[in-house]
C-alpha cells in the first residue's frame, strides 16, 4: 500500500493539488502567507518528528502561535489520516473548523469538519475533526477506543477543564491498549510537567512565542462599576490613542449587553466604533463581526467573556481592558450545589488577557485595578476539577465503563469528598445503584443525554410522553434571563411590561408566558422590543429547545399539548428536589441539602413574597458573602416528599430487579467469568 503514502516532502514544500482527486484538498494561496507567518510554521519538521517518535508529544506556545490551525495540518503531512481536535468550547470548535477549511480550501464538512453538541459538519471524507471535548467523550461511549482516529490533539489543556481531565485520563488508558494511536497535547501556559509527568516519556516541544512590547497601565483609585470605568477606558483609547481594536473583558452576557447598550446609545461621541460582543452563547450568525476586519478609519471594540483569554484568537487587537474578574463555577460539596461566582482572575489569568494585545505590534492593558490589587492575585486559579460538579463526570466514565471511579487515574485526582458527594447525587436521583454503585438502568438511560444529570433525570422520568412545555422550561434553564433590564429611567418601564407575563408560581412559569408570547407573535421585533424581550437569549432558548426536541424524539414522543402548571413544576422536581427551601420565621429561606441560610434573589417575581417552600435554579454568591436563590418557583411540599420518593421507589424497583437477576445467573450459571471477577 505504500503507493498511497504522501511523497517525503509534501510536508516542507506545499504541494499543488493532484491531478485526478476530488477528494484531497489544496492550500489556499492567500492564506499560505499568514500561515508561514506564525511562530509554529518553522517547527513543523520538528513537531512531525515529536510525534513520530513519541505516543504522547506536549506541545506548548503561546496564544496565536498558530498550534489549533497548524498542527492538525502538519500531521495529515506527515501521514496522519484522520485527527481529532478538541475544544473546549462550541463556539471555538466551530471557528477554528471554519478557518482550517478555509486554509485547507475545503468545503466545511468535507476534509474538514466539526462536531459539537447537536451540531455535526461532517463527512467519511473528514480528516481534521474539530470537536467539544465533551462530544470526543460521548464517542467514547459507542468507540471505546477511539478506533477511527489516527492522532487525539487535546488542546487548550492548560485549561484544565474537568473533560480535558476525563479525556488525558481516558486517552492514558487507551494508550496501553493501542500502540498505533498518537496524542497531542496542547498548552498556551509553559507550566507542561503536570503533562509530562503524568504521560511518562512524552516529547516535549516549546514554541517560542514573538510576543510585542506591552505596556501595562493600573487604575490609580479602586473604582465602584467596572462597566462604568470599562466604557470611559474605551472612550478615552477611542479619542486619543492610534489605530487598533480594543479587546474588553465582561463578567457575563448581562454585562456584555448593558455595556454594548450603552456604546450604541453614545455612537454619537464615538464615530467609527464598531461593537461586537463575544460570548459563549452568541449565536453563530453573530460571530461575524468578532472576526471580520473593519473597514479602514473604524475601530473595533470586542466585548468578551473569559473565552477570549486563550481559546480564541481575535486578530487587530492592540488594546485590552481588564477588569480582573471572572465567572467561575464554584461547587460546594458540603452544600452539594454548584454556583457561579464572580472571582478575581490569578495572575497567571492577567498576564494571558494582557498578552492579547501584543500579538501583531506593540500594545497597551489597562488594568481597572491597581497595581497592588494585581500582586495580591494568586498566581493561578485551581483547575476545575477541584471546584467542579462531579456528578456529570462520575456519570460518563460510568457509563464509558470505568467501573471504578475512585481509581481512575485523574491527572489531578478531585478532592474525595466530591467524587463521594457525586455519587451520592447519582445514587439519589436514582442513576447508580445504592449498594453496588454501579450504573442503573435509568443511569444509562440518563448517560445517553449529553446533559447535566439533573436534566437528564428530569427527561427520563417524563420518558413516556414529554410535553413541548417541560422542553421549553428545561430549555429556558440554559439561559440567565429572557428579559432586558435597562438601566436609569427606561427600567422602571420594563418593570411595568414584565407585569403581563408574571405567575405567582415564580421565575420559570413567568420565563415559560414570556415565551408563549413570544411564540405567539412569532418573534417580532417590535412586539419584543416593547416588552423589553431579550432577543438574543430567547433565540437561543428556542435553538435549545430544537436541540432537546431532536434528543427526546429518538427516545420518546414530544407531545404539544399545553402541560398544567403543577405537572411541569412536579417534573421540574424530579432533578431539582434537593434544590429546594424553606421560609424562616425572619425571612430566610433554609436549603433543603445542607440547610444554608439564602435569600431570593431580588431578580425573582417571588421576592418579597413569603412563599413557604420554593425550588430554584442556582445559587449565587455575593460580594457581603450572602447567597441568593434564582429561577426560584413556589412548590407544594407534597411534591417534594413525592420527587425524593418517586425516586427512592425507583432505587427500590432497581435493587430488585439486580437481585433477581443475580438470582436467575445463579442458577442458570449465566454470568460470564470476567464480569464475575469484576464484582469480585
Ligand atoms: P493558537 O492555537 O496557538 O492559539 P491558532 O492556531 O488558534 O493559535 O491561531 C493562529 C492564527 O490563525 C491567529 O493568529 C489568526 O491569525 C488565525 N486565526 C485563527 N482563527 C481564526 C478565525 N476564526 N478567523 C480568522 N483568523 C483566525
Ligand atoms: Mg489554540
Known amino acids: ?66 498550534k489549533t490551525t497548524q498542527i492538525p495540518q502538519f500531521l495529515l503531512g506527515a501521514g496522519i489520516k484522520t485527527v481529532a481536535v478538541t475544544q473546549p468550547r462550541r463556539i471555538s470548535a466551530i471557528s477554528l473548523a471554519q478557518r482550517v477549511a478555509q486554509e485547507m480550501s475545503t468545503k466545511l464538512g468535507d476534509r474538514v469538519g466539526y462536531s459539537v453538541r447537536f451540531d455535526d459538519m461532517t463527512s467519511p471524507n473528514t480528516a481534521i475533526k474539530f470537536v467539544t471535548d465533551g462530544m470526543l467523550l460521548r464517542e467514547l461511549l459507542v468507540d471505546p477506543l477511539l478506533g477511527r482516529y489516527d492522532a487525539i490533539v487535546l488542546d487548550e489543556a492548560h485549561e484544565r477543564s474537568v473533560r480535558t481531565d476525563v479525556l488525558l485520563g481516558m486517552v492514558k488508558q487507551i494508550l496501553k491498549q493501542r500502540t498505533d494511536l498518537k496524542v497531542i497535547v496542547m498548552s498556551a501556559t509553559l507550566e507542561a510537567g503536570l503533562f509530562t509527568n503524568f504521560f511518562q516519556g512524552a516529547g516535549l516541544l516549546h514554541i517560542p512565542g514573538r510576543l510585542h512590547e506591552i505596556r501595562v497601565f493600573h487604575t490609580l483609585a479602586p473604582h465602584t462599576d467596572y462597566v462604568d470605568a470599562s466604557l470611559r477606558t474605551i472612550y478615552d483609547i477611542h479619542h486619543h490613542q492610534p489605530p487598533g481594536d480594543i479587546l474588553a473583558f465582561y463578567n457575563g452576557q448581562e454585562d456584555i449587553e448593558a455595556a454594548a447598550a450603552l ?114 492575585l494568586v498566581s493561578n486559579t485551581p483547575a476545575e476539577i477541584a471546584r467542579a460538579n462531579l456528578a456529570t463526570v462520575v456519570l460518563q466514565l460510568k457509563a464509558a465503563g470505568v467501573d471504578d471511579v475512585l481509581q481512575f487515574e485523574f491527572i489531578e485526582r478531585p478532592a474525595h469528598e466530591g467524587l463521594v458527594a457525586a455519587h451520592q447525587q447519582l445514587v439519589l436521583l436514582g442513576a447508580l445503584d445504592r449498594q453496588t454503585r454501579a450504573l442503573t438502568t435509568t443511569g444509562r438511560d440518563m448517560a445517553r443525554y449529553p446533559l447535566d444529570p439533573t436534566i437528564a433525570r428530569i427527561l427520563v422520568a417524563s420518558e413516556d410522553v414529554v410535553s413541548v412545555d417541560l422542553l421549553s422550561l428545561l430549555a429556558l434553564l440554559s439561559q440567565e434571563t429572557v428579559f432586558y433590564t435597562p438601566t436609569g429611567d427606561a427600567r422602571d418601564e420594563a418593570l411595568e411590561k414584565r407585569r403581563k407575563f408574571i405567575s405567582s408560581d415564580g421565575d420559570l412559569i413567568t420565563w415559560l408566558n414570556a415565551l408563549r408570547a413570544y411564540e405567539e407573535v412569532q418573534g417580532d421585533d417590535k412586539w419584543s422590543h416593547e416588552h423589553y424581550i431579550n432577543m438574543r437569549n430567547m433565540r437561543m432558548v428556542l435553538n435549545v429547545r430544537n436541540q432537546l426536541r431532536e434528543q427526546v424524539a429518538s427516545q420518546t414522543t414530544v407531545s404539544r399539548r399545553a402541560a398544567p402548571v403543577e405537572q411541569l413544576l412536579q417534573c421540574f422536581l424530579r432533578g431539582y428536589f434537593s434544590s429546594v427551601a424553606f421560609l424562616q420565621p425572619d425571612g430566610r429561606y433554609l436549603t433543603a441539602a445542607g440547610r444554608h441560610a439564602v435569600y431570593i434573589h431580588p431578580s425573582s417575581v417571588l421576592f418579597g413574597k413569603r412563599v413557604p417552600v420554593v425550588a430554584f435554579v442556582d445559587l449565587v454568591g455575593s460580594e457581603s458573602g450572602r447567597w441568593f436563590i434564582r429561577g426560584v418557583s413556589r412548590v407544594d411540599p407534597a411534591w417534594v416528599a413525592g420527587a425524593a420518593q418517586a425516586v427512592v421507589q425507583e432505587a427500590k424497583d432497581e435493587a430488585a430487579k439486580v437481585r433477581k437477576q443475580k438470582a436467575r445467573e445463579g442458577v442458570e450459571g449465566g454470568a460470564s467469568p470476567a464480569k464475575r471477577v469484576k464484582v469480585e
Open 263 to 376: 456604546l450604541n446609545e453614545h455612537s454619537d461621541a464615538l464615530p467609527n466604533l464598531v461593537v461586537a460582543p463575544l460570548y459563549a452563547n452568541l449565536p453563530m450568525q453573530h460571530q461575524r463581526a468578532v472576526f471580520d476586519p473593519v473597514p479602514a478609519g473604524h475601530r473595533k471594540v470586542v466585548l468578551a467573556t473569559n473565552i477570549a483569554e486563550t481559546s480564541v484568537t481575535i486578530t487587530g487587537v492592540r488594546y485590552v481592558i481588564d477588569h480582573g474578574l471572572a465567572k467561575i463555577k464554584y461547587f460546594q460539596p458540603k452544600v452539594g450545589l454548584e454556583s457561579l461566582v464572580v472571582a478575581p482572575i490569578s495572575q497567571s489569568s492577567a498576564m494571558q488577557r494582557a498578552g492579547r494585545a501584543g500579538r501583531e505590534a506593540p500594545g497597551c492593558v489597562y488594568r481597572l485595578y491597581q497595581e497592588a490589587d494585581f500582586l495580591g
Open 1 to 66: 500500500n505504500g503507493a498511497r503514502q504522501p511523497p517525503r516532502d509534501a510536508k516542507t514544500t506545499p504541494s499543488p493539488p493532484p491531478p485526478n482527486s476530488a477528494k484531497k484538498s489544496h492550500d489556499d494561496p492567500a492564506l499560505l502567507k499568514v500561515r508561514q507567518a506564525l511562530p509554529v510554521w518553522p517547527f513543523r519538521s520538528e513537531i512531525v518528528a515529536a510525534v513520530r517518535g513519541h505516543a504522547v508529544t506536549v506541545i506548548v506556545g503561546e496564544t496565536g502561535s498558530g
